[in-house]
Nanobody, 116 residues
Framework: VPLVESGGGLVQAGGSLRLSCVAS????????MGWYRQAPGKSRDLVAT???????NYADAVKGRFTISRDNAKNTVSLQMNSLKSEDTAVYYC???????????WGQGTQVTVSS
């Protein structure tokens, strides 16, 4: 399994969760790591990405509430989610994309449920 997510669960609105993703191999300088989410009946959408240099990109819906980070030495990427809202409820997926080959890898997903 190339990527394994953890940290999902049930939380009340306004609460926090931290998702983690561990890659089976080394995360290289050409790899962009990201988090995506998919709510029932909806498409899989970008949440946040981070490059090897630490450049981040966030969806407007999560700016100021979520923080993505990566630890290349530990082959991990994390997503700190604060001030959660019911609309954040979704399955969250970790993605690894090589800017060199274009190849993508996905985790199996972790469920995040925010109760209002």
């Amino acid at each position: 399994v190339p990527l394994v997510e953890s940290g999902g669960g049930l939380v009340q609105a306004g609460g926090s969760l931290r998702l983690s993703c561990v890659a089976s191999g080394s995360i290289g300088s050409f790899d962009v790591m990201g988090w995506y989410r998919q709510a029932p009946g909806k498409s899989r959408d970008l949440v946040a990405t981070v490059t090897s240099r630490g450049t981040t990109n966030y969806a407007d819906a999560v700016k100021g509430r979520f923080t993505i980070s990566r630890d290349n030495a530990k082959n991990t990427v994390s997503l700190q989610m604060n001030s959660l809202k019911s609309e954040d409820t979704a399955v969250y997926y970790c993605q690894r994309r090589s800017t060199l080959s274009g190849r993508e890898a996905w985790g199996q997903g972790t469920q995040v449920t925010v109760s209002s």
